[in-house]
T-cell receptor, first 113, second 116 residues
Framework: DQQVKQNSPSLSVQEGRISILNCDYT??????FLWYKKYPAEGPTFLIS?????DKNEDGRFTVFLNKSAKHLSLHIVPSQPGDSAVYFC????????????FGEGTQLTVNP | DSGVTQTPKHLITATGQRVTLRCSPR?????VYWYQQSLDQGLQFLIQ???????AKGNILERFSAQQFPDLHSELNLSSLELGDSALYFC???????????????FGAGSRLTVL
């Protein structure tokens, strides 16, 4: 039972354009959502998060949007840079599970110069 | 450097063997989490410890066990290894529940296990 799904295994964009990574979830008890970035041979690193009481959170070039009714969130990167090339994981926390996170399968983003 | 230290970085062993993966959490963090990432898969939650006590269990096989020691470091023991156990094993840590930043897990670089 995959509660967090990232349906696009890969995404390729041109430098300077917008990257949009999508994530869907099924568990209505999720109350906190995070995006992690992972480079090869490194562990995932925290990028940005959003509480379920908000619909948008912005941090520099990164913006996360949450649509609770559709159980969908997205990460926008504007403008995309070659250094953003990495695997991006969507993760969610259930209110009663403490800090334990449920992850999606990841999306490989490639930003071409 | 995330502050979460995992050893060994790479491990190659044979089927039927037993290995131990070690994790030192970030200074001040009380919770330790173990995740498994198999090829082309997301991170699957295995188990969580908080201040030495088991807090939550996920999809952890009976052949696997873990513990957290008084100094807060944790070990994941994998026994009777099978080819399918080949994966990246990540440890993560977080502050105690309710503490500032408790919602964000900090990950180590992982231990890559190859079972031949």
């Amino acid at each position: 039972d995959q509660q967090v799904k990232q349906n696009s295994p890969s995404l390729s964009v041109q430098e300077g354009r917008i990257s949009i990574l999508n994530c869907d979830y099924t568990n209505s008890m999720f109350d906190y959502f995070l995006w992690y970035k992972k480079y090869p041979a490194e562990g995932p690193t925290f990028l940005i998060s959003i509480s379920s009481i908000k619909d948008k959170n912005e941090d520099g070039r990164f913006t996360v949007f949450l649509n609770k009714s559709a159980k969908h969130l997205s990460l926008h990167i504007v403008p995309s840079q070659p250094g953003d090339s990495a695997v991006y994981f969507c993760a969610a926390r259930e209110e009663t599970s403490g800090s334990r996170l449920t992850f999606g399968e990841g999306t490989q983003l490639t930003v071409n110069p | 450097d995330s502050g979460v230290t995992q050893t060994p970085k790479h491990l190659i062993t044979a089927t039927g063997q037993r290995v131990t993966l070690r994790c030192s959490p970030r200074s001040g963090d009380l919770s330790v989490y173990w995740y498994q990432q198999s090829l082309d898969q997301g991170l699957q939650f295995l188990i969580q410890y908080y201040n030495g006590e088991e807090r939550a269990k996920g999809n952890i096989l009976e052949r696997f066990s873990a513990q957290q020691f008084p100094d807060l470091h944790s070990e994941l023991n994998l026994s009777s290894l099978e080819l399918g156990d080949s994966a990246l094993y990540f440890c993560a840590s977080s502050p105690g529940q309710g503490a500032r930043g408790a919602n964000v897990l900090t990950f180590g670089a992982g231990s890559r296990l190859t079972v031949l």
